[in-house]
């Protein structure tokens, strides 16, 4: 008798994660089979034995089995009997070179409708694999392209039959390169014994993943070669070193010893946990001490964590913000919710959660509101997120876990677009300009965004906070920059996620561009650094964003290995063409076609050339948004227009936000707060016997370390000078007076290659063998020393 199915017993995708009914859902599974046929042709045991094996499955506190072969409907109802989980693997002959034959591709089209007609709406299907492991060199005969196509014709397929499955294939290392776009979840087949080479390659893999929930579809070891001893050793930290990285699942090669392929019994390999005979080995106990651990398995400690949400007049989502904080899954943190003068209802609803910490002030920025929370956090970690943020439920346990396990001072993680979202905020998700992480490796990050970060209190602290200048952005790119300055790194957690709801409107969209448009000016007075002419940053790492930061133009480019035999083959994906992308720039409108419309107007000839121009800017944006990544359920017949209209105004808007600012403070003297690193700081301190100081040696110390604010190494006044693109002087002359009275001076000049904005900095106090003394900081010019106005200061000793 077959079981109904209903809604509630269908896994789902949940943001990195799958979740049935209410609850999250981890797959810790085990492959089963293929076996000898049995007395009706199948490739299972009897039913008698199937359930016997269900029961010492279920034992070993696994919830998943994966298949190879088609189950019967009795199998599945077996195990959902047993609460077991199945995971299908379509099989058809993948070996061939599929896509050179009709008949081949008819077959595996047939196979996988077929399957998910035998298997349409059984709550004890977890998901349809059509495809296992295409060997490397089909897919590099009938190319990359073309392979991925089909198997996402397969998955049409599947879904077209059954439309509430889930669906995906399995890849490995050498078809690391094959990446389907319509796949629910990443699966991949992964044997490393080591275990470093293990955990970098499943970073590498979450890298891959981005959005989607990664799985380990086969792992395992073979007892005959490595012996039972050493897989119980290896066994026990995969699981853990994969659960901690932000797995959604694992599943296990495999059930037992008693395995039949090519038709032959497989006698060679001893991968199971059982032998033939089901009798448990040494590593079937090593894993079901593991798997009652899973998939939360203990941090070092737990630290208290403060989570801070800077409000302001965001009463349409702060509810749903607050509740998913208070469902939190860490055992010691607070919520401190700092209302920055807000006008709407968020007073009200603060009053639904007698538990979380109000702060109520003026309005005076997020960067403010944000330093309030810092002030009143008792936490040794602060956690920033937004009110129209939804947090995860386990969103601390993986940040504080992966903030504990490296040498960062902060942490940042990925922000989805929520379900339930609009269709407008699908397209603005997928247009530039929306939040995103700059990565330096597959777990360093150079900048994490300001809806999903945490760091170490005394870490803010030391750089003084938030910058309070950024009142509405780039408060978040100014710290992460300030903290590495100081030698600080900030890592990046895969699994550590929120739910970031999108602007609902083009008007409140462009809106926020114009604020991040005037972020950037204030950015550039403070770290010109980092940016260059026309004020486009400049980042070290690979900027990783819903947004494709514009057309990609280039092949990509895998690396095959000696005659396609690479086991790791990985994918090099091309930068966008950046230049292309300048033609729809402010300042390509305003330097170029809005020139050629107006001299076209007394010389004719010039009309076609202008009207080019437009037409390139327009087309541009029409291939951008052919190539944004929108998700299939978010889309309308209006959705990529939109997106090409966001991806012509956003430029064009934030640029003009960005340029009236810059011309609107350009008469204001530069603030350059890049504080002085750790190394720096004890050089400084070391300085005994090096300075000529009133005719004797003297010893230099920081009186105020936070208030000496250089940007580059310093060069004593000694003849050296440093080089290309900057040079930096620092000259002590002592003044003798009267009697017993001296004025010491402090002098630093940076000599800067770059083209901004240069004018005196700001002075630092120091103290010269107990003798307080001025310092002057001036930047010069490379045509000559600039005029500057620095703060001097002589005191009578």
Request: aromatic residues 10%.
């Amino acid at each position: 008798m077959s079981v109904v199915s209903t809604s509630a017993s269908r896994v789902n995708v949940d943001g990195k994660f799958f979740r049935l009914g209410g609850k999250k859902f981890y797959p810790k599974g085990l492959t089963y089979g293929p076996f000898a046929p049995n007395d009706q042709k199948e490739m299972y045991p009897s039913r008698e034995q199937t359930a016997l094996d269900f029961l010492q499955i279920r034992e070993l506190g696994a919830n998943l089995l994966r298949v190879y072969y088609v189950p019967p409907p009795w199998f599945l109802d077996l195990a959902a009997e047993y609460e077991l989980k199945v995971f299908v693997d379509i099989p058809w002959p993948k070996h061939l070179c599929f896509l050179e034959s009709a008949k081949s591709r008819k077959e595996a089209r047939d196979a996988v409708r077929k399957a998910a007609g035998t298997c349409k709406c059984h709550p004890a299907v977890f998901a349809y694999s059509v495809v296992n492991e295409i060997p490397a060199e089909i897919v590099r005969w009938s190319g990359i392209r073309a392979v991925s196509d089909f198997i996402e014709e397969l998955i049409d397929v599947a879904r077209s039959v059954d439309p509430d499955c889930l669906c995906t294939f399995t890849s490995f290392p050498p078809t690391e390169f094959l990446r389907p776009q319509t796949i629910d979840f990443v699966c991949f087949n992964v044997y490393l014994h080591l275990r470093k080479p293990f955990e970098n390659y499943l970073a590498r893999l979450q890298m891959l993943a981005g959005a989607k929930p990664l799985m380990l579809g086969e792992f395992g070891i073979d007892s005959v070669r490595e012996g039972e001893t050493r897989k119980c050793e290896i066994l026990a930290w995969q699981i853990e070193s994969g659960f901690r990285a932000g797995l959604a699942g694992m599943v296990i090669f495999c059930y037992t010893d008693d395995w039949f392929k090519g038709e032959r019994h497989i006698e060679e390999w001893g991968f199971g946990l059982t032998g033939r005979d089901r009798k448990p080995k040494e590593s079937f106990w090593a894993v079901q001490k593991v798997f009652r651990a899973a998939p939360r398995f203990p941090l070092p400690r737990y630290p208290k964590v403060s989570v801070v949400v800077a409000s302001y007049n965001g009463d349409r989502t702060l509810k749903a913000c607050l509740e998913s904080l208070a469902r939190l899954n860490y055992p010691d943190c607070e919520v401190i919710l700092v209302d920055d003068g807000s006008t709407d209802s968020t007073s009200e609803i603060a009053k639904e959660f007698p538990r979380i910490r109000s702060l109520r002030q003026d309005h005076h920025g997020l960067s403010v509101a944000r330093d309030t929370g810092i002030a009143a956090a008792t936490g040794e970690i602060v956690a920033f997120t937004d009110s129209d943020c939804r947090a995860d439920e386990d969103w601390l346990y993986y940040l504080v876990g992966d903030l504990l396990s490296g040498e960062f001072v902060g942490m940042g993680g990925h922000n989805f677009l929520p379900p339930d979202d609009s269709f407008v905020a699908a397209a603005v998700m997928v247009s530039p300009g929306g939040p995103a992480h700059v990565m330096l490796t597959d777990r360093e990050a150079e900048h994490v965004p300001g809806c999903n970060m945490v760091f170490y209190k005394w870490a803010l602290e030391e750089i003084g906070g938030f910058d309070p200048v950024f009142r509405t952005a780039g408060d978040d790119v100014d710290v992460c920059w300030r903290l590495q300055e100081r030698g600080g790194k900030l890592g990046f957690s895969h699994a550590g996620f929120v739910w970031h709801y999108r602007r609902s409107t083009v008007r409140a969209y462009l809106k926020q561009q114009a604020g991040y448009g005037e972020a950037e000016a204030l950015l550039m007075r403070k770290h010109p650094e980092y940016f260059n002419f026309f004020g486009g940053g400049i980042w070290r790492g690979r900027i990783y964003t819903a947004s494709k930061l514009g057309v990609t133009l280039q092949r990509q480019i895998v690396y095959h290995g000696l005659f396609g035999s690479g086991f790791f083959q990985k994918l090099y994906t091309p930068e966008p063409a950046f230049l292309l992308m300048f033609c729809t720039s402010l300042e390509y409108h305003v330097l170029i076609t809005l020139p050629l419309l107006v001299l076209s107007a007394s010389i004719y000839p010039l009309l076609p050339v202008a009207l080019t121009s437009l037409l390139i800017s327009l087309g541009v944006c029409a291939v951008a948004a052919a190539q944004a990544g929108l998700p299939k359920k978010k889309q309308r017949s209006w959705s990529r227009p939109l997106v090409a209209l966001l991806f012509l105004l956003q430029p064009i808007v934030r640029g003009w936000a960005r340029y009236n600012w810059r011309l609107t403070v350009r008469s204001a003297p530069p603030v350059f707060k890049r504080a002085v690193s750790r190394e720096q700081l004890d050089d400084l301190e070391s300085l005994t016997g090096l300075l000529p100081v009133g005719g004797r040696l003297g010893s230099v110390r920081l009186s105020q370390p936070h208030s000496l604010q250089i940007g580059e190494p310093l060069a004593l006044d000694d003849g050296r000078r440093g080089t290309w693109p900057g040079r930096k002087n620092v000259s002590l002359p002592t003044e003798c007076h009267l009697v017993a009275a001296r004025a010491n001076r402090l002098l630093v000049r940076v000599r800067r290659g770059t083209a901004a904005d240069r004018s005196p900095g700001t002075g630092a106090s120091l103290d010269l063998d107990g003798s307080p003394f001025a310092a002057r900081v001036c930047v010069e010019d490379r045509a000559g020393e600039a005029e500057h106005a620095a703060l001097d200061r002589c005191v009578a000793g």
